[in-house]
Each structure stands twice: as structure tokens, then as C-alpha cells.
């Protein structure tokens, strides 16, 4: 048997079990999914590189190239999306985005229908090779930009990452996916452009890959969830403040918004007694003691102390941490509350002006009230006064008194 044909075969089991894996380890979750097509496409790669190695006639091996092309066309856009998704890119959600899917469909079907890619085959000394056709520049070029361009994702995300978790997953990315990179370019491209020959390492190369991927998803659960992951992504990500003290009131852990809004540096804070965030040196021994008393603490309000001297009002829920029965640790997870406090404030000086306009009203209402009074008074003094003058008129004509209005006087006359 060809034993340089073990070479991508290794590649080709080692890139199915970690696709496998990965999707045992949580199919529904997208990162996993994109991972794992990139992991078969490589599968198919090195299965074409392979079959390629081990062809008996030249018609053969360039028939099962296309084989190898289907993987390899596939890897670079993958690999891209992958990245885009990992880094949390915007471009993830926007619709142009799968535009880049197109010089892969293209290339996918030129491989199927023309040579413009695989060329022909020739007899080498690991086995047969190809020869590559008018398009294999253009080819290796968008394979190795659009991998690249993954990579300088993967590098920004890295450089602003705020975890050291998510930094050394980045790390061992990049890592894991340059190696099959640097040797493709140096053992597929630079041999052809430069007119030597050497055995094409690039689906080989990806079974270290597969094991570092696999060694992050192990160390540094790329790619796994986990409670204590959840964990960790819930306190690098609320808005509260989180303090964690152990039992000689120490800080152990603080989260992100602590950090951010206190000003120090992880380093400065994390090891340091709790004095230091609050602004009353005392205080955080009344919170312990408290905390040792009750057990919890319950919208404790005070104040914490920036790096700069600043005050913030804070809202303080804590508890106690025990271990069969002894304490070990102290969580206190506190509440900005100055915006609430404005807030307040706001709504206290809102309720004021409505106490002023409901006084107001009420004083107009009684206003209106007496003037009402008033008008109704009036107009039934008005009607008992037509009554009075209605009966007055009926008991004249009883006497023979004829009434007259001339305009200026009134005149009687007696019939």
C-alpha cells in the first residue's frame, strides 16, 4: 500500500471524528453546526486526496480530484462564516453576506464541468498529482484570501476579547487554522508557480487541527456549554455589580460592570480586602457581620467608592457561601442606584406639580360651584318673579284693569 496515501486518510478519519463530536456535543447550536460542516468538508478532502493518492490510472485520479475539490471548494466560505459567527460579526446579519457563498457554488460547479480547475492527473512518486487548469490560481487565491480573511476576524475578536477564555480560544484557532494553511501554500501553490514538485500537505495538515480544536473544546470548552460556562457568560454580561470575597473578606471575583464602573484594573481590585470598593472603610466588616447574622442581605443601601473618589449609590443583595456547613465566601451583587434615585426624585417633583394643579382645579371648581349656584339662583328668582307677575296680571283683569306698555309709562283704564 501507498503509505503517503495514510497521510490524508489520518486527515480524513481525524476531521469526521471531530465533526462528530462537535455535534454530539450540541447540535442545535449554530457555532457547532458550521464547525462541523467545515470539519466534513475537510473529511471529503482528504478522503479525495486519498483516493487521488491511490488511483490506478490517470482517469481515476482526476476523477476522484473532483471528489477533493467538492471538499476544498467548501472549506474556505465555511471556515469565513465560521469566524463571522464566532467573532459575533455584524456581517453575520446582514443578507449580503451569503454574496460570499458565490465564488464557491462557482468554482463547485467549474470543477464538475470543465478542467478549468483539475487539469489532468500525472504519476508521482507519493502516488499520482494534478496538474492544475487555467482557473487553479484564481482558485488557490480565493482559498487562501477568504481563509485569511477568517483569520484577521479571529485576530480582531482576539485582540478585544474580554475574557482570557475567549482570548485563548481565539489563540488556538488561529493557530489550528494557519498550520493547514502556511503548508498548503507552501507545499500546493509555491511548487507550481515555481515548477518543482512536492507531496500536496494541505487536507494532511488539518489533522493537527482537528486536534487542537479538539484540546480547546476540552481546555477551554470551545464550542461546549457548560453550567460553569453559562455562568461565566451570565457574569461577564449583567449590568449589576458582582462581588465575590472569600472568607477573609478578600475580593475573589468581580464582574465586567464592576470593573468598568469602579475604574480599576482586574488586577488592582481582585486579592484586595473589600474596603477598598466602598466608601466607609468600616462598612464591608458591618456587611459581613450582617451577612453572618442574617445570612442575606436584602436592598442594603450605601454608597461604593470609584479609583477616583467618586460616589455611587448602590442597592446591596448578599449571601453567604457554605461548604458542609462553614462559611467560605461572601456574595454581595449590588444595584446602581443613581439613575433610579433620579428617577425618584423626578417622580416626587412630577407628584408635587400635580398636587399644585389638582389645589388649583379644586379652588376653580368651587369657583365655578358658586357662580353656578349663583346663575341658578338667579334664574329661579327670575321665574318666581314671572309668577308673581303672571298672577298679578290675571287678578287686574279680575277688577277690570286693563294694563298697557306705551314704552314710557304704564296707563290704566277702567272698562
Known sequence: ???????????????????????????????????????????IWGLGDFLVFTAVTPAAALYWEKLSTLGSVSVPVLLLHFFLVFTRSKFVSRKIFYL????????????????????????????????????YEPFTSYIVVYIIAGLLFCYRFYSKAPSVREKSQAKLLMISIAIPLVGGVITEAVPIILGFKIIPLSSTLSAPTALIIAYAMIKYKLMTITSALAAENIIETMADYLVVADKEKNIA?????????????????????????????TYSSKV?????EKKYLKNKETQISTKDGKKIPVSINGSVIRDKGSIIGYVLLMRDMAEINKLIKSLEEKTKELGKSKKQLESKNIELAKFNNMAVGRELRMVELKKRIDELENLLKKRGIKIKNNN???KEKRV
Not at 13 to 33: E, F, H, Q, S, T
Not at 257 to 279: A, C, Q
Request: contains cysteine.
Open 288 to 292: 459581613i457581620e450582617q451577612l453572618k
Open 1 to 43: 500500500m501507498n503509505l503517503y496515501a495514510l497521510l490524508p486518510l489520518t486527515a480524513f478519519i481525524a476531521n469526521v471524528i471531530i465533526g462528530c463530536y462537535i455535534i454530539y456535543k450540541n447540535p442545535k447550536d449554530r457555532l457547532n453546526r458550521l464547525y462541523a460542516l467545515v470539519a466534513f468538508s475537510v473529511a
Open 408 to 410: 314710557s309709562s304704564l
Open 100 to 135: 460570499l457563498y458565490i465564488p464557491s457554488l462557482l468554482f463547485g460547479f467549474l470543477n464538475f464541468t470543465t478542467t478549468l480547475i483539475p487539469d489532468s492527473a500525472e504519476l508521482n512518486y507519493w502516488g499520482y498529482g494534478i496538474a492544475g487548469g487555467v482557473l
Open 253 to 281: 471575583l468581580v464582574s465586567d460592570s464592576t470593573i468598568d464602573i469602579l475604574g480599576y484594573k482586574r488586577g488592582e481590585i481582585v486579592s484586595k480586602p473589600m474596603n477598598i470598593i466602598f466608601s466607609r472603610k
